[in-house]
């Protein structure tokens, strides 16, 4: 795969998006550029059903000045999509040859399925979900998937969305109680009509777009959430309702002084919540769920993957770490040294933790927190603790939930207790006592895990069987170089292990030669 740029024009129905990719040669990709232009193509429709002219200018003002940033930054591979307003416009064709013409873009408008599949191919690349029901409300549309097993199963297109409901069903800039209960009755004899929807109570409703995203930034400023990042941002399905009654209840002029409300939405946030919480609460789900990946992540996804041969990441957290490594030069034998002596250290001392825990838990975050091991290291070595936990609590990491994002943040950023303890207090919402000495007493074994290569030489080779003798802890270590720095290091950070575990720990060295004659 040779290094390059793909870019992706997303021509909705309430904004049109310009998103510029760089993918290199090792499968690595990041964000370059995002642009956006709120368009509201769908309410620039004559009474025939087609686009405006005023409609018709305002995208071709648009493009033309993507197409300005995209040649300024020789961008050769693009894909223009369109979705609801292009696809429901009686000249869509005249529209799509005319941009064809003056600028040389190629619009392919989506098909009801093909907007569908990219919001849930963008889901199941990029969450730890196996299970879900997707929603995207957008400007002219609501597309709603059902996937199981992270295959899609069912995908149904309203022909309804934010602009559209408010443009037939609220007649000022505020929806009277009339027409908040009409919306209502519509939204929900529409949802009603798919049968399969009942048929999987629990499953998590995944918000997609504009509308969800705002939901979810409100919740978080409301709550005070002190971890950034949207994306598997989650929240109980009953606030969700109460939220949405209450943006109904505000005139447009307090919904613009809503934090986390974006100006452009303030006048169809409340029909778009309407849709998302009545389908909440149609399939029973228990909580809502955020994605920041969306229609156009699914299509990058999909020429990201094509050369692959698949439509799916096998493991989207492995997928993370891989991208994350690759942006933070880590040393990945490094990191796959310190992550088997880690294990082997936790499968000698999981007995003395003071915290009943899972052991697939442990285990799984022991293995990615030595992933990203002290990555602050990569903006400075003095500070890397710190930097390693600030980064990991302001990043989002695909196919991780919050809490586990949390979790690795104190483990791979561990120091000391009393650091730990410091850095806990903007979250003790999200956390309770037990869950800080088991991340204090995997973060100690971490802490001693990067101590045994120290030197990068893989010196020490293997964790021995530990043994109590007289109330300590003897766990033997054997080497097969000089383990002389290895010795100093362990033997000065060993205390945050005893303090975890309330026990003292003789580290005694063996030569890896009695591996082998013991073998």
């Known amino acids: 795969m040779i290094e390059h740029d793909f870019a992706v024009i997303d021509i909705g129905s309430n904004s049109i998006r310009l998103v510029i990719n760089q993918i290199d040669h090792n499968g690595c990709y990041k964000e370059l550029h995002n642009y956006k232009t709120v368009a509201r193509l769908s309410a620039h429709m004559n009474e025939k059903g087609a686009f405006t002219s005023e409609g018709t200018g305002i995208l071709l003002e648009t493009l033309t000045r993507f197409k300005e940033v995209l040649l300024f930054h020789h961008v050769q591979k693009v894909t223009t999509v369109a979705t609801a307003a292009m696809r429901k416009a009686a000249n869509r064709h005249e529209i799509v040859e005319l941009v064809h013409e003056r600028l040389g873009f190629d619009i392919r408008i989506l098909s009801e399925y093909e907007e569908a599949f990219y919001g849930y191919l963008a889901v199941v690349n990029s969450t730890n979900m196996t299970n879900g029901i997707t929603v995207d409300i957008g400007g002219g549309s609501t597309e709603i998937t059902l996937f199981q097993d992270r295959e899609l199963r069912r995908y149904h297109s309203f022909p309804f969305g934010a602009v559209t409901l408010k443009q037939h069903f609220i007649s000022g800039c505020e929806a009277t109680e009339a027409e908040l209960q009409t919306i209502k009755e519509y939204v929900r004899s529409q949802l009603s009509s798919l049968a399969w929807l009942y048929e999987y109570p629990d499953y998590p409703v995944i918000g997609i777009g504009g509308s969800a995203r705002n939901l979810s930034l409100i919740h978080q400023r409301q709550k005070e959430y002190p971890l950034a990042g949207l994306h598997q941002y989650e929240f109980p399905a009953e606030e969700l309702r109460q939220l949405t009654d209450a943006l109904a209840s505000l005139s447009y002029q307090e919904r613009l002084t809503i934090d986390g409300l974006s100006k452009d939405r303030a006048d169809i946030i409340v029909p778009a919540a309407e849709v998302i919480a009545s389908l909440v609460e149609l399939v029973q789900a228990k909580t809502f769920v955020m994605s920041r990946k969306g229609l156009r992540d699914g299509i990058f996804y999909e020429e990201l993957l094509r050369t692959m041969d698949t439509a799916c990441f096998p493991n989207v957290a492995e997928e993370s770490f891989y991208q994350l490594s690759h942006s933070y030069e880590v040393n990945l034998d490094h ?55 600030y980064l990991l609590t302001n990043m989002t990491i695909e196919g991780l939930s919050h809490q586990e994002r949390l979790a690795i943040a104190f483990i791979s950023s561990f120091k000391s207790k009393s650091q730990m303890l410091k850095y806990a207090k903007p979250f003790k919402h999200l956390l309770d006592k037990k869950r800080l000495k088991l991340y204090e007493f995997l973060g100690a074994i971490m802490k001693l895990a990067f101590c045994l290569d120290r030197t990068r030489r893989k010196t020490i080779v293997e964790v021995g069987s530990s043994a109590d003798e007289d109330g300590q802890l003897v766990l033997p270590l054997y080497y097969q170089e000089d383990a002389h720095f290895e010795q100093l290091q362990a033997q000065k950070h060993k205390k945050h292990l005893e303090k975890a575990i309330r026990k003292t720990v003789t580290l005694t060295y063996l030569s890896s030669d009695a591996l082998k004659a013991e073998s």
């Open 335 to 389: 990191a796959n040294h310190i992550s088997y002596l880690a294990t082997r250290l936790y499968a000698e001392l999981a007995a003395d933790c003071q915290v009943s825990h899972q052991r697939d838990e442990a285990l799984q975050l022991l293995r990615q927190s030595a992933r990203v091991l002290y990555i602050g290291e990569f903006i400075n070595s003095e500070a890397s603790s710190q930097n390693t936990f």
